[in-house]
């Protein structure tokens, strides 16, 4: 309930304002016209709340966290807002006596793609946690034009279509041209002598100016809003004839082209670098103006520079923004006028790094040459944070060359940024407890031997706001109902619904809203892929990004083999199963978008066999995005969480699909592992090789998939399946690579470099323990019922609690209104 909600005020707000925009009577207005007046009406409630929060923080002068990040994959923005302000049910009413559906205009917004996947959108997570607890947060970050692509499916294969999410404009953005700032590529640097103090000018370069724009992150029923600040460009100089009259067409031009280019589109690349000029020019482009801003604000206040870590933390979402160090360190030095070390020092207090994932092809390692052209002032502070680094390596490790060659930030023509961050950092995390081991005693060993101090654990969250109460109305209610709703901003409280696990009503009462919310996909999918799916299967779901690793492919190996299975004995005994899968591949990996088609030529064949009477079905739901994903985890009772052990991180659909009571089919990798500690081995499906055992074969040149080639028919039978045509009847070569990347010791890759066919048996296992569990219908619910009772540790809230308290040391703040 709002209190300060008033209906005729709303109506009236969203009348005139189709009035205004639109020069249109609301009973003319379109579906979209009423989303943006509603949208803007939302907004006229939560500004003063808005306003309020920053002169609450200014008046109470509080320590600030801003969270770097190329990053945040907010999805919607309008139904969110309206549950945080908790005016869902009055907005709900007010629109429905206007004659309009809630549910339809919400539908209307475009998702605000600004990240790939899991790294993008734990950020989103982590803002909205930092408003509910009443953080001093900014998320800063890009306003890129196209966010993630759109994809279409056609004829099988992915079509990437470019996201012009801005194109209706965006309600709830504020441009703040008032906090512009310069930011400045390439030229050179050159030293000028002030009485007899150097100074570095960087002189013949090209500038943009970032121009921020603010989006409201409103805190749950608490009147915070933080603030999600992006960055757009624009040239510096608008083109006109005053260059071009002295002689700078060239320069004009080229500024007025950098300004379009820099923010034009996100990177589609998940877990891997891309190594692209315009890339490093959108890293330095958000972190330059975002670490300006910083040092202004905290300069309008504050008199001693040096003590800038007391009032803020920037937290650097992986490598991507680890440039704030060395443009720290040149604000503080060049136009601060700190000495070295107390650059180094306050720097070093300030900056914190989190690391997402193993994936060597995730590292970011820039060439010299590049770097140094297009930030010669930046590379210069680089070179002598690696010249004192090395020296601190030589003292620990005296004449030991090793340790240099192996840790030095600058090696080999390259900058290695992951280093930096560690050796600049005061702290680095891991964001699951396997994962933090894995960089402590793997990857990042020599780092940790140096610097064990620094190294800590952050288990990734999630938000309950989003995934539960928005997404999943019908079991949020339920909840409720049952235990009360603290569970919305303490979702320990969750607990309670274990007293609820065996009980008869209980249980029927979460099946049928199950069954609710699979009908509710069901149309979905009907609407979406015209495929007709049985709402009484097992929905078995798979989505995140499409990778390898992520071992999509062993899921539709599987789904073959079922399928084999039932050819040869069409009565086999199995409950109807629906394997879903959503996933983008990144635009250039090509192995992954040919499994994206594999999965689709499976499924037309599958879909259209009557002689299996609808036992599979295989859906593949287009363009997956938080807003559709929203429905599926609602809608699921098995979540496939099945990454090779050790290459997850953590994922973070596995504790959304928790969450709305899925029982996880998956390997003891990244957070499954703490999630089968929270709920139990026997509330979920473990299966397959531990992460040492895959280090162990990694570290004795893998195996041989052939073996099992040669040893197991059923599996031979599914590879041959691959290249004798039988899902590709018109191109019997199509998954041939697919082939040769399980099998081929040929290629440069180590075979099955992924241990698909080594887990597969196990996998297989696991899947039939599902099919026997399900036939109890008492037992799943129960179990259902306890993942959701068992999922109070992975709120993002209590993941921010743990960063303020060993990183942050923030403060809460209370907005009275
Ligand atoms: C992802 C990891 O792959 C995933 O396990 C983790 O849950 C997520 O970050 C959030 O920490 N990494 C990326 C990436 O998205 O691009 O590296």
């Not at 939302?42 to 920053?54: F, G, L, M, Q």
């Not at 900058?415 to 081991?437: C, P, Q, W």
Request: proline fraction near 3%; glycine fraction near 6%.
């Amino acid at each position: 309930m709002n209190k300060g909600f008033d209906k005729e005020t709303f109506k009236r707000s969203v009348v005139d304002n189709v009035k205004n925009m639109f020069r249109r009577t609301i009973d003319e207005a379109t579906p979209h016209q009423v989303f943006q007046a509603v949208a803007y009406a939302v907004k006229d409630v939560i500004i003063d709340e808005w306003i309020a929060t920053h002169k609450e923080y200014e008046k109470k002068d509080v320590k600030t966290v801003y969270y770097l990040s190329m990053e945040f994959l907010m999805g919607r923005a309008l139904g969110n807002n309206i549950i945080n302000i908790c005016a869902r049910d009055e907005i709900k009413e007010t629109l429905d006596e206007m004659g309009f559906d809630l549910d339809v205009i919400e539908d209307q917004e475009p998702d605000a793609a600004l990240g790939n996947g899991g790294l993008g959108r734990l950020a989103a997570c982590f803002l909205d946690s930092l408003a509910t607890l009443g953080y001093p947060a900014y998320g800063c970050g890009i306003r890129y034009r196209y966010g993630m692509f759109k994809q279409k499916i056609e004829n099988g294969y992915q079509v990437e279509v470019p996201d012009n999410w801005l194109k209706d404009g965006n309600p709830f953005e504020i441009r703040r041209p008032e906090y512009a700032a310069e930011v400045k590529f390439g030229g050179f640097v050159r030293i000028e002598n002030q009485g007899g103090v150097n100074h570095f000018v960087q002189d013949g370069y090209q500038s943009v100016r970032a121009v921020p724009y603010d989006l409201p992150v409103i805190g749950y029923g608490n009147n915070v809003v933080n603030t999600l600040r992006i960055w757009d460009a624009e040239p510096i100089n608008t083109f006109n004839l005053d260059s071009f009259d002295r002689g700078d067409y060239q320069k004009a031009v080229e500024q007025e082209n950098l300004a379009k280019t820099i923010v034009e589109v996100l990177y589609p690349n998940d877990n891997h670098y891309a190594g692209k000029e315009l890339r490093l020019k959108q890293q330095y482009f958000f972190i330059s103006a975002s670490v300006q801003r910083a040092v202004r604000k905290y300069k309008e206040k504050h008199d001693d520079i040096r003590k800038f870590y007391e009032k803020v933390v920037f937290q650097l979402n992986d490598t991507h923004p680890t440039v704030a160090i060395p443009e720290l360190m040149r604000i503080l030095l060049d136009e601060e006028g700190l000495t070295w070390d107390e650059a180094w020092e306050v720097t070093t207090k300030t900056c914190a790094y989190t690391n997402h994932t193993i994936m060597s092809e995730a590292l970011e390692k820039w060439p010299i040459e590049l770097f140094s052209r297009l930030l010669p002032r930046i590379y210069q502070i680089v070179e002598e944070i690696n010249r004192r680094f090395q020296n601190q390596i030589q003292t620990m490790y005296p004449g030991n060359q090793e340790k240099l060659r192996k840790m030095s930030i600058i090696y080999d023509g390259q900058v290695k940024m992951a280093y930096m961050a560690i050796a600049a950092s005061f702290s680095v995390n891991g964001v699951a407890r396997l994962h933090t081991e894995i960089l402590k005693h793997q990857e990042l060993k020599d780092f940790y031997e140096m610097m064990p101090e620094k190294f800590n654990n952050k288990t990734n969250g999630i938000t309950q706001r989003r995934f539960l109460l928005h997404g999943n109305p019908l079991l949020a209610d339920w909840v409720t109902s049952k235990i009360g709703d603290e569970w919305i901003t303490d979702l320990p409280h969750i607990k309670k619904l274990e007293l609820f696990a065996e009980d008869e009503k209980c249980q029927f009462e979460f099946m049928n809203i199950k069954y609710q919310n699979k009908l509710r996909l069901a149309r979905y999918i009907k609407e979406n892929n015209g495929i007709d799916v049985d709402p009484r299967s097992i929905f078995d779901v798979q989505v995140k990004r499409l990778h390898e690793y992520k071992r999509q492919l062993m899921n539709i190996l599987h789904v073959m083999y079922l399928y084999n299975q039932l050819k040869d004995n069409p009565d086999m005994d199995m409950i109807p199963r629906t394997f879903i899968f959503g996933a983008k591949a990144a635009a250039g990996y090509k192995r992954a978008k040919l499994t994206i088609k594999l999965i689709n030529s499976v499924a037309d064949v599958i879909n259209n066999d009557k002689s299996i009477n609808g036992k599979i079905k295989v859906v593949f739901i287009e363009d997956y995005r938080v807003s559709n994903a929203e429905l599926i985890f609602a809608a699921a009772d098995v979540s496939e969480q099945i990454s090779t052990a050790s290459k997850e991180a953590s994922g973070t659909s596995n504790m959304k699909f928790m969450l709305n009571g899925a029982l996880t089919l998956g390997t003891m990798d990244g957070a499954n592992v703490e999630i089968v500690e929270e709920v139990g081995a026997d509330n979920a499906f473990i299966f397959g090789m531990s992460s040492d055992e895959v280090i162990n074969y990694e570290n004795n040149g893998g195996y041989y998939p052939m073996d099992i080639f040669n040893n197991d028919q059923e599996i031979r039978r599914v590879l041959m399946q691959l290249i004798n045509g039988y899902y590709a009847p018109d191109n019997p070569e199509l998954f041939r690579d697919i082939y040769n990347s399980l099998l081929n010791t040929k290629s440069s890759d180590r075979a099955d470099t992924y241990f698909i066919l080594k887990d597969f048996r196990s996998y297989a296992e696991a899947h039939q323990r599902v099919d026997k569990a399900y036939r109890d219908q008492a037992w799943w619910a129960k179990a259902a019922i306890l993942n959701m009772a068992n999922c109070g540790k992975f709120t993002s809230d209590r993941t921010i609690e743990e960063y303020v308290k060993d990183i942050w040391h923030l403060k809460k703040v209370t907005v009275e209104m």
